[in-house]
């Protein structure tokens, strides 16, 4: 089985462009998708583009040279195609069309994964910015296998596919199905064998590398796309591509997460600050049982000074500094291939 190239998914609410950050440095991505931006009725101004995908102001790359797609959500062709155009003057990496966002009120107002059950629209809105951004800037779609049933997904992937995109990532679960395990890599397969000269991306529980693996084989992908597991031990990607099955250690998580909290600082009032570092916790948990100590002793603690000496230390700075015993100007972390 061929080594398989991977990318980073995007995750609304979550992987921000300060964990984007974070996670490509960690290494191993060919490239990611930020969050998406919802379009209605009106052209964006450039400062909404900008605020969402911060990479836009440095070549649409983030600071380890990963490029970045840009995810526009939406219902009306014309609209998307006007603010795809203004996007792409902007420079990202590409243009990426969300149809598989589970949210309800997303699916309430047409948007995401509620689009899947009309796949005509979808094919127009691809057609629609296809035609409406340079001809070298690639436009993707990333979707579900369907609303209730996957049976209407090869004739979704169809549509994506005639209109013009150049790749299809595909979480393999149904929007009503939402995150529940398993994820139903081998429908992927037979998605793939409608639409043969699309390429497609498979998605949706890969944990481990031995998920990788599994997911490899079952949809025949030889791009996976990793989101919730790489948010869970950010050594899983140099995992994937190594061979091996260490997580990274805690030591350099650690050092993550305080590059982590020192940004959050920065960006967020104080009220938000504990809620981020939380969350991030809450899902290293499930790798490693340092961070699943830290979350139980520290859930209920929101000061930001005291989360922060909390978890890294009496030494650390307030506010969601790094900590005063560390070099000024080091590396945030050092990660080997064998990770």
Not at 8 to 28: I, K, N, S
Not at 293 to 321: Q, S, Y
Request: with cysteine; hydrophobic share 45%.
């Amino acid at each position: 089985m061929n080594t398989p190239r991977l990318l980073l998914a995007p995750m609304e609410g979550l992987l921000d462009c300060t964990l984007r950050d974070l996670l490509t440095r960690a290494g191993g991505f060919e490239r990611c998708v930020g969050e998406f931006i919802r379009v209605t009725d009106t052209l964006l101004p450039d400062r909404v583009f900008h605020r969402i995908l911060p990479e836009l102001r440095s070549g649409g790359r983030t600071r380890a040279g990963v490029p970045v797609r840009a995810q526009l959500l939406g219902s009306d062709p014309g609209c998307l195609a006007d603010n795809a155009a203004r996007l792409a003057a902007l420079g990202p990496a590409g243009i990426d069309l969300n149809f598989g966002c589970p949210a309800k009120t997303v699916n309430r107002h047409r948007g995401g994964a509620a689009l899947l059950d009309e796949p005509e629209l979808m094919g127009r809105i691809v057609a629609a910015v296809r035609a409406a951004v340079p001809a070298q800037m690639p436009v993707s779609a990333k979707m579900r296998l369907g609303v209730s049933s996957d049976s209407r997904a090869a004739e979704c992937a169809r549509a994506v596919a005639e209109a013009g995109a150049c790749e299809l990532v595909i979480h393999a679960r149904t929007r009503d199905q939402g995150y529940r395990p398993p994820a139903y890599w081998g429908r992927i397969a037979d998605v793939r064998a409608e639409v043969p000269d699309l390429p497609i991306v498979a998605n949706g529980e890969i944990w481990t590398v031995a998920d990788a693996r599994r997911c490899q084989a079952e949809s025949g992908c030889d791009t996976l796309m990793l989101g919730r597991g790489q948010v869970a031990d950010p050594g899983l990607a140099l995992a994937i591509l190594s061979g091996g099955r260490q997580a990274m250690p805690w030591s350099a998580v650690l050092l993550l997460l305080e590059d982590f909290w020192e940004r959050v600082g920065a960006q967020f009032e104080p009220r938000y600050r504990a809620g981020r570092l939380k969350q991030w916790l809450h899902l290293l948990r499930q790798r490693h049982p340092e961070a699943a100590e830290a979350h139980a002793r520290l859930r209920t603690v929101n000061a930001p000074d005291a989360l922060a000496a909390g978890l890294f230390g009496p030494d650390a700075l307030h506010a969601g500094g790094r900590s005063s015993s560390k070099r000024e100007g080091a590396p945030a972390f050092s990660v080997s291939a064998g990770a």
